[in-house]
């Protein structure tokens, strides 16, 4: 069965440092979204893509951050200048993108670490 | 702002015990609620859903949930767990409106069950 892949599992960084979190969505799926989760809090969105846009972000998803798809199966969550807040369990999930509601699949998940 | 609550964060049964896990949600429309499970170094997994219909939902390993409407709430239930259950799970919603594919989480309940 398909799944969302996720790279890497964990992550150190400095504060201050740039990071890329990877993820390769489900190959026939054209909506993809970033969560995070920090330690002990709910599940966030940060923002949805579709068609190489932006469809939604939430209020955290600040000009830090920026997301990508540099090629046909890549899907990248760019931090710019990470602060100790960061620090999360980042999930990326992608869905079919055919009707509204429909399931969304998650990948393992990215820990990251601000120092 | 829209908000699901989870009541149960920690639950500890024996084999066989049934199971019943609490969500709520607080919106005044249209809602798509979903349970993910994760289980231990696993990534989060689809356990059933509701979109419309028989309000009364079947989903993996036995699992089954009612959205009471009224309530506004959308309780798992499962009649005799196993120790392959010990998990973390998550009641989340969309709310119905438009393209919105937003999940909104509950903060999650850790279920461990002894052997």
């Known amino acids: 069965e398909p799944e969302v892949t996720q790279t890497p599992s964990h992550q150190v960084t400095q504060m201050g440092q740039e990071v890329i979190l990877r993820c390769v969505p489900i190959?026939?799926?054209?909506?993809f979204y970033w969560y995070r989760q920090i330690l002990g809090q709910k599940v966030e969105f940060l923002v949805s893509f579709y068609n190489n846009e932006i469809s939604e972000k939430s209020e955290i998803f600040d000009d830090q951050f920026s997301v990508e798809r540099p090629d046909g199966s890549n899907f990248t969550l760019k931090i710019r200048s990470t602060k100790l807040e960061d620090s999360a369990m980042y999930f990326c999930?992608?869905?079919?993108?055919?009707?509204?509601?429909?399931?969304?699949?998650f990948g393992p998940g990215t820990r990251l670490l601000v120092l | 702002a829209q908000s699901v609550s989870q009541h149960n964060h920690h639950v500890i049964l024996s084999e066989a015990a049934s199971l019943e896990l609490g969500c709520n949600y607080s919106y005044g429309g249209t809602v798509n609620l979903f349970w993910y499970v994760q289980y231990p170094g696993q990534h989060l997994q689809l356990l059933l859903k509701y979109f419309s219909g028989d309000p009364l939902v079947k989903g993996i390993k036995g699992f089954e949930a009612e959205f009471i409407k009224s309530k506004f709430s959308f309780n798992l239930r499962k009649p005799s767990v196993q120790w392959s259950d010990t998990a973390e799970y998550f009641c989340?919603?969309?709310?119905?409106?438009?393209?919105?594919?937003?999940?909104?989480w509950g903060l999650g309940t850790s279920l461990a069950v002894n052997p």
């Open positions: 999930a992608s869905s079919p993108g055919r009707v509204v509601p429909e399931t969304q699949y």
């Open positions: 190959s026939n799926h054209l909506y």
């Open positions: 989340a919603v969309t709310l119905n409106a438009g393209n919105n594919r937003k999940l909104i």
